[in-house]
């Protein structure tokens, strides 16, 4: 199969996702008039973040403009494998517009709340509390197995558990704000994947 097809379906993936993204967080920050500091999560841990999101985005980036750069991650996976990638990076792509349009103007880059914040529970809010950990890292898996690269997917793993880590503290400023109503909520959904037994 020719390398191109996989770049074309890669970069779509990629960029319809950075599209959705950005266009909901713009329109969050526009909606509630409010700008969320990055400093809330501490400065050590943004400048984590700054330096892994630079190379978590410019990986992709570097396979899309020539897959030679990226080829001393390759793994040789079998051309069925990068095609369930291409289905798995669709189906993320859907979730993550799935997600954004969910939460609405309820979405911001730090483990803090807006003033005017209401608790989400519809769409994959219903069953996951933070499905953008689990959707957006999946994502960048799916465009590891696309670009057959081990370096991408790896990437998109470390993404998690950086972006888990905040989970704690997040989650404390949702109790914080919302009190046993969040209580409740945390009962009946699971943290990233859907709560065995599903919600009551």
Known sequence: MNENIFRILAALIFFTGI???????????KDSGEKISRKVDGTAFMNLVKIGGLILWLSPLLYLINPAWMAW???GLPEWVRWLGVGFGILCTMGIYWLFSSIGSGITPTSATRR??????????????????????SMFI??????DSWF???LGILAFIA???????EEAN?????????RDYMKQTGRYLPKLGGRS
């Open 116 to 137: 005017e914040h209401k608790l989400i529970t519809s769409g994959p809010y219903r069953w996951v509390r933070h499905p953008l950990y689990t959707v957006g890292s």
């Open 19 to 29: 599209g959705i993204s950005s266009y909901f967080r713009s329109k969050a920050d």
């Open 142 to 147: 799916a465009l590891g197995m696309v670009a």
């Open 174 to 182: 949702l109790i914080e704000k919302f009190g046993d109503e969040y």
């Open 73 to 75: 991650s390759r793994l």
């Open 152 to 154: 991408i997917g790896l």
């Open 163 to 169: 972006m888990a880590s905040r989970t704690p503290k």
